[in-house]
Every structure is written in structure tokens, then in C-alpha cells.
């Protein structure tokens, strides 16, 4: 069974930091695309970046250059480093593991009908 724990989110000023993990079991951790999504009050999940079983990255524009997503394979561990935040990076992330590999939608990391999901952690920046 596919759990996925997310942690570290908390409420940070405008252009300050946070790191984000997603602790993961029940699967063979290193060959499925990591991603990870967001979901804002009143909007749509989105999909904010994701690395891949080879390594290869991808991400949002309104992230690019802020944040770096990376995996530790042995701790089967997701991160997020977010840094230069802004009050529009407020959402609650998740964590989302996909054993086909990830999938893009317009450029940005979407999910499959395999998607797994953790529960949330909650980021919220102030000005």
C-alpha cells in the first residue's frame, strides 16, 4: 500500500524559506515520477514540479529559479526547497507519487489515474 507523509509546511514572511518532505513506503520508491502539486483557496490543484526515476526535473514557471525539487532514493525521501517566497505560493502542497511515470500538461506536472496523493502540508506567506 502507497503511503506518502508530507511535513515541514508552516507560515513564513514574503521572500523567506521553507523545506518540504515527503516521507514515502509501500512501493519501489525509485522508479516512480515525484511530483509535487498545490492547491490554493477557491482554485485548482497544480502541478508545481517533479523529478523523475531518471533524475530529470521539471517545473512550473511561476516557480523557476525558487524552488528545487530532489529525492534521497535510500531515505525514500521527496523535498521541496522553496526559497524566495511570495504571499501566491500560499496553498496547501502535496506530495503525489506516479508509477507511469510523469506525465506533463501544458508543460507543468499533471496526474494519472494511478496517482497517489499524501494528505497536505499547509504554506502560508505573509507580506
Known amino acids: 500500500q502507497v503511503q506518502l507523509v508530507e511535513s515541514g509546511g508552516g507560515s513564513v514572511q514574503a521572500g523567506g524559506s521553507l523545506r518540504l518532505s515527503c516521507a514515502a513506503s509501500g512501493y519501489t520508491y525509485s522508479s516512480y515520477c515525484m511530483a509535487w502539486f498545490r492547491q490554493a483557496p477557491g482554485k485548482e490543484r497544480e502541478g508545481v514540479t517533479a523529478i523523475d526515476s531518471d533524475g530529470s526535473t521539471s517545473y512550473a514557471d511561476s516557480v523557476k529559479g525558487r524552488f528545487t525539487i530532489s529525492k534521497d532514493n535510500a531515505k525514500n525521501t521527496l523535498y521541496l526547497q522553496m526559497n524566495s517566497l511570495k504571499r501566491e505560493d500560499t496553498a496547501m502542497y502535496y506530495c503525489?507519487?506516479?508509477?507511469?511515470?510523469?506525465?506533463?500538461?501544458?508543460?507543468?506536472?499533471?496526474?494519472?489515474?494511478?496517482?497517489?496523493w499524501g494528505q497536505g502540508t499547509q504554506v502560508t506567506v505573509s507580506s
Open positions: 503525489a507519487a506516479d508509477p507511469w511515470g510523469c506525465t506533463y500538461c501544458s508543460g507543468v506536472p499533471c496526474p494519472s489515474r494511478r496517482t497517489y
